[in-house]
């Protein structure tokens, strides 16, 4: 692989078009960018919807949007976002690029933004198509620094370009305005800061959801065991999942789904002792706010995608899985298979007990 040494780049554009658990990833990648060109301009790629997230957090000094759903349209509405979203790009004049997307499309961005330095990953994470070019000058491996986790995929770049890696995982705090917001939020519903389990019961396919029979269940027993509060959250489509949740506890719950933007989700998943939850974007949010996890987990490995750099649990059943939903599991598509649903209650309470432990003990030895 060819190695440079670092240039002096004034202004870098990383395309990231996945989802918030990816963008708060590769905060990891613009932070040790930031630390290695503290001058320079760090500008990202991404969903329309987090813009705000990822500025008002300060991963990156700016966002070029794109909206998914046009990018997904008919062939004219597709062709029109991909020239609006390159002419925003090209007016920044950037002289590295780095494609962490690793698609057709951000392939065709990279290359008609035709920076100085483009940065892809060899070999692609699926092989090119016939008549597909790959732009980059600057090839990352797979997975960079000896890492198998997929932080480190999106750390590699800094090791194709030489530079030294200062930043292993994210850490991302709420700005004090949020911060305010959430514990007000929270003291209307009678929530004490550091006293409460936030629990996110979506995924984005259904088999990724742990039944909402289990979480009603498994909330219940962690609340009459510790006396924690519970507070859900979760997007706009999760409501039907948080309701379900809702008629199945005894537990008071804070409802919060689908009432909090991004910011303030983080500023109040910042603010519990413990989140529980799928395998999902707020999992990597609440772990890079600090806060301790359990993870569920189904097909995925944890040791690709569970939660870093904060005390953590990662359940998932045992493999092979015996299939509990033929009709609607891809087995060989980690995002389209059910095996969550296997993972029985006592052992989540049983990870939570333990993490609420471990963290009350260093609690106790930091007084």
């Known amino acids: 692989m060819l190695q440079i040494s670092p240039a002096p780049f004034s202004s870098i554009l990383i395309i990231q078009?996945?989802?918030?658990?990816?963008?708060?990833?590769?905060?990891?990648?613009?932070?040790?960018?930031?630390?290695?060109?503290?001058?320079?301009?760090?500008?990202?790629?991404?969903?329309?919807?987090?813009?705000?997230?990822v500025v008002a957090h300060g991963i990156a000094s700016e966002v070029v949007p794109f909206r998914r759903t046009r990018m997904r349209g008919t062939p004219l509405e597709r062709g029109k976002e991909l020239y609006a979203m390159v002419r925003a790009l090209r007016r920044h004049r950037f002289d590295l690029t780095i494609d962490l997307t690793d698609s057709?499309?951000?392939?065709?961005?990279?290359?008609?933004?035709?920076?100085?330095?483009?940065?892809?990953?060899?070999?692609?994470?699926?092989?090119?198509?016939?008549?597909?070019?790959?732009?980059?000058?600057?090839?990352?491996?797979?997975?960079?620094?000896?890492?198998?986790?997929?932080?480190?995929?999106?750390?590699?770049?800094?090791?194709?370009?030489?530079?030294?890696?200062?930043?292993?995982?994210?850490?991302?705090?709420?700005?004090?305005?949020?911060?305010?917001?959430?514990?007000?939020?929270?003291?209307?519903?009678?929530?004490?800061?550091?006293?409460?389990?936030?629990?996110?019961?979506?995924?984005?396919?259904?088999?990724?959801q742990w039944q909402p029979a289990r979480f009603a269940e498994a909330i219940d027993q962690i609340a009459a065991e510790t006396g924690l509060g519970v507070v859900l959250v979760g997007g706009p489509g999760e409501r039907e999942t948080a309701a379900q949740i809702l008629a199945g506890t005894a537990t008071p719950v804070v409802d919060l789904v689908g009432a909090l933007s991004l910011e303030s989700l983080l500023a109040v998943l910042a603010q519990a002792r413990l989140f529980l939850g799928n395998e999902s974007g707020p999992m990597h949010m609440a772990a890079a706010a600090g806060t301790p996890v359990v993870g569920l987990f189904g097909l995925t490995h944890p040791s690709r995608w569970g939660p870093v750099g904060v005390p953590s649990i990662a359940l998932r059943p045992s493999m092979p899985c015996e299939c509990v939903a033929k009709d609607l599991c891809r087995r060989t598509d980690p995002s389209k298979a059910c095996c969550v649903w296997r993972l029985e209650v006592n052992p989540v309470v049983d990870a939570a007990r333990e993490i609420l432990a471990r963290t009350e003990l260093k609690k106790e030895r930091a007084v």
């Open 17 to 53: 078009t996945k989802f918030i658990g990816d963008i708060v990833l590769a905060s990891t990648l613009a932070r040790n960018l930031r630390l290695e060109f503290p001058g320079a301009r760090i500008v990202f790629l991404c969903e329309a919807q987090f813009e705000s997230f």
């Open 104 to 208: 057709k499309t951000s392939r065709i961005v990279s290359g008609l933004v035709n920076a100085r330095t483009r940065v892809g990953y060899n070999p692609p994470e699926r092989s090119l198509r016939l008549l597909e070019r790959q732009p980059a000058n600057l090839f990352a491996k797979p997975y960079g620094f000896g890492g198998q986790h997929f932080v480190y995929r999106y750390l590699s770049p800094l090791e194709a370009l030489g530079i030294e890696l200062r930043v292993t995982v994210p850490s991302i705090q709420p700005p004090p305005f949020e911060a305010a917001k959430a514990l007000a939020l929270l003291g209307r519903h009678r929530i004490r800061p550091k006293a409460f389990v936030a629990v996110h019961a979506g995924a984005s396919f259904e088999g990724r």
